[in-house]
């Protein structure tokens, strides 16, 4: 639910807010309220969340893997937890992305390939023989599994012979008579046998097929299978997913002495759309809470497993965690899991590292995941893409000395960087002005909200301008205030007059009389609005300034008509051809329109991005500034159209990624943001070296100086 500050309860009460803290690690803070959101979900009362099984999702880039390593990394080392992770995705030769982590923790790596588990091993009860090898044929052969061919691999693994795989197809090959005779026995094993022939003569040899079984130490404190190596559309991992399982729920779950238990699975799209595997994760997360167990799934969307199995997934997962997704499956994952409209449209502008929390039946917020250096260190898995960053430089400033001419800068070439120049006005001073093409329509929005009955989107609409104009002007300022005038016509508009006759009263001990609350809330054109500010006045005439005489103004008139309407001519025809080209452009604007644009900037050593995302109404614009996991990044900063949004590195924490939405009276209009970086060389008090931004709704984005076309990462 929608969080405030304490210190406002007072004043703003009643209100939509929520003073819920979990017990635990620190995983980020709020960007609702800047709170530390701390979660350990097996600490916290089974009454507020009877399951500790968690779900994240989200697209490349969003850092959703990330926030799983974290959390792995601080639970281990804060609280004891032990933990197997299922890796299928790496990067260049180094293994698995987890790898790194692991060795950090003095755990172990283990490698597809590598490694050789005996599914007929007599380490496993026969019960698990039989299901582990009913996972081995599904995998590879779903509809060799019928009734006959169930009772000839039951028969064949009671065969002496039946101690391996190998040992195993050939005891459905060649079965002894039974309560069938051999020749039915073998028709019916025929296709076991041939499915489970991919593992021991086939493309799989050398996972299943060994004669002894050495299984993995159940003691460490991590343990990484790694199957990153592997095609990603093999039938291999959905194959040593089953087998994984079974070692985990029959021997580590039964072993481990730890406290708790986490089975991580990265990329669970690849297992769960295998039917035999999936049922044993389904087994595993609804026998979780008895076994001490956690379930932490990690995958890209839900709609790739399709409605029935994406639900059942959700249902049984009480903490969900999502990072940005396109708008589409945004709404699909709102429907899912009845998030509200607000939190729906926020998730395609998350940034990097951010995500919506969804913690039990109720707690929603937004959080920005905080790393130390050693956990950038230990969670980078952006390697290549930096590789490629830093060549596109390297080739970039050859070519400006062979070319020093095509520069702007070519007269300082291998001279030291200018220093940061010192700050003579204060922080919130910007000596730059910008066109006005925003307008503030929140309250309309509000307000239209509970005309139309949606009363609990209004209240919490409204709620988020509240508190977002208290942290920009102070608790007692006229926006604040006005968010209260706003939120009593709101509680007229859905039926509760006591409680808008409340908020009045708290609007008049502000301070403010009844003419400023009828110009706030009639909507009068005539009056004065707090957001519009003071009108400049009207010259007046001076008073030594000599009276005009009428009667050259009766002399003249003919002649000053003839040359106006001459004017108005002129001025129609160019407007016309103005208005005309003018179209055109809109046309082409609105047939490339994109809703979202960004800008790579290298500013003071730090490579940031710039994005500018329109929302799916087009009313309003949100602008970020990011440099996620840059190591010199220490101040970012963003301003446009009045507005601005500051962070600071402190204590070894990576600034967070500052955040503008600011409403649009036209959609294909173009924006234009000022973003300031702070680098290595950048000390409190000095002013942080800037840029000047104009972003497209079609995705391009320029220089607003030069007018020169950016590059975007988005």
């Known amino acids: 639910m929608i969080r405030l500050p304490s210190s406002h309860a007072a004043i703003t009460a009643p209100l939509v807010a929520s003073s819920t803290h979990f017990p635990g690690i620190l995983i980020g803070r709020s960007l609702l309220d800047g709170r530390e959101f701390h979660l350990s979900p097996v600490l916290t009362e089974a009454t507020v969340l009877p399951s500790t099984n968690s779900l994240a999702l989200g697209g490349l880039g969003s850092g ?5 390593k974290v959390r792995a990394r601080r ?50 009860p026969p019960e698990v023989r039989e299901q582990l090898v ?68 086939g ?18 404190p991590i343990l990484s299978f790694d199957f990153s190596a592997l095609d990603r559309n093999s039938p291999a991992i959905p194959s040593l997913m089953a087998a994984v399982s079974c070692w985990a729920e029959h021997v580590w779950l039964r072993q481990s002495t730890a406290v708790h238990r986490h089975l ?29 167990l956690s379930m932490d799934v990690v995958m890209h969307t839900l709609s790739d497993l399709g409605e029935g199995r994406a639900q059942d997934l959700a249902r049984l997962c009480e903490i969900v965690h999502i990072g940005r997704l396109g708008p589409e499956e945004a709404a699909i994952i709102g429907a899912l899991l009845g998030l509200p409209a607000w939190v729906v449209e926020k998730i395609p502008t998350l940034g990097p590292g951010q995500a919506i929390w969804k913690v039990g039946p109720h707690y929603i917020d937004v959080i920005q ?9 230990l969670t980078d898995t952006s390697t290549r893409r930096r590789t490629a960053q830093q060549a596109t430089v390297v080739e970039h400033e050859t070519v400006t000395e062979e070319n020093p001419q095509t520069g702007p800068d070519h007269n300082n070439q291998g001279e030291e960087p200018p220093a940061p120049v010192q700050l003579e006005k204060g922080e919130d001073d910007w000596d730059w002005e910008m066109p006005p093409n925003v307008i503030d329509g929140r309250h309309q929005a509000v307000l239209q909200a509970a005309a139309e009955g949606r009363c609990n989107e209004a209240a919490e609409l409204a709620a988020l301008g509240e508190r977002h104009d208290i942290n920009a002007h102070g608790i007692n300022s006229d926006e604040a205030a006005s968010w209260l005038s706003t939120r009593a016509r709101v509680a007229d508009l859905c039926g509760s007059p006591a409680q808008a006759a409340q908020l009045r009263a708290t609007v008049t001990r502000m301070g403010k009389d009844d003419a400023w609350f009828e110009q706030t809330t009639t909507g009068d054109s005539t009056a004065p609005e707090w957001h519009r500010g003071p009108q400049p006045p009207i010259p007046a005439p001076s008073a030594d300034e000599p ?7 009766r002399r003249t008139w003919p002649y000053v008509t003839a040359i106006a309407v001459l004017g108005i001519t002129i001025a129609g025809v160019s407007q016309y051809a103005a208005n005309e080209e003018r179209d055109e452009e809109r046309q082409a604007k609105a047939a490339a329109y994109k809703g979202r ?27 970020e500034l990011s440099a996620p996991f840059e190591h010199n990044a220490k101040f970012l900063r963003i301003d446009g159209y009045g507005k601005n949004a500051s962070t600071v590195r402190k204590s070894g924490w990576f600034p967070q990624a500052p955040e503008i939405a600011l409403p649009v009276k036209d959609a294909l209009a173009d924006v234009t943001v000022r973003v300031a970086v702070g680098g290595k060389s950048w000390k409190e008090g000095i002013r942080a070296h800037s840029r000047t931004v104009r972003l497209s709704p079609t995705g391009v984005a320029y220089d607003a100086g030069s007018g020169k076309k950016l590059p975007s990462d988005i």
């Open 264 to 292: 991580v699975i990265e990329e669970a799209w690849q297992i769960l759309l295998s039917p035999a595997t999936s049922e044993l994760i389904q087994r595993l997360l609804k026998n979780s809470r008895k076994a001490a």
């Open 597 to 623: 644009s960004g800008a790579a900037l290298d500013i003071d050593g730090v490579h940031a991005d710039v994005v500018a995302h329109w929302t799916k109404d087009r009313k309003r614009v949100v602008l």
């Open 134 to 201: 009913r996972s081995l044929i599904a995998a590879v052969e779903p509809g060799a599994l019928t009734h006959q061919a169930t009772h000839a691999l039951q028969h064949a693994l009671n065969h002496p012979r039946a101690t391996s795989l190998n040992g195993l197809v050939d005891a459905l090959i060649r079965p002894d008579d039974g309560r069938w005779p051999a020749a039915k026995l073998t028709e019916w094993g025929e296709g076991a046998a041939i499915a489970l022939s991919r593992y021991t003569e």
């Open 64 to 68: 959703k893997s990330t926030t799983a």
């Open 369 to 377: 995941t905080v790393l130390s250096e050693e956990e950038v260190r």
């Open 547 to 553: 009276a005009p005489d009428p009667r050259a103004r």
């Open 75 to 124: 639970e281990i080392l804060d609280h004891g937890h032990q933990y197997v992770v299922i890796d299928s995705f790496g990067e260049d030769s180094a293994g698995g992305e987890w790898a790194p982590l692991v060795h950090s923790l003095g755990g172990r790596v283990i490698e597809a390939g590598a490694f050789t588990l005996n599914p007929c091993s007599d380490l496993f």
């Open 203 to 220: 493309s799989l040899r050398g996972l299943f097929d060994g004669e002894g079984a050495s299984l993995p130490e159940t003691d460490l």
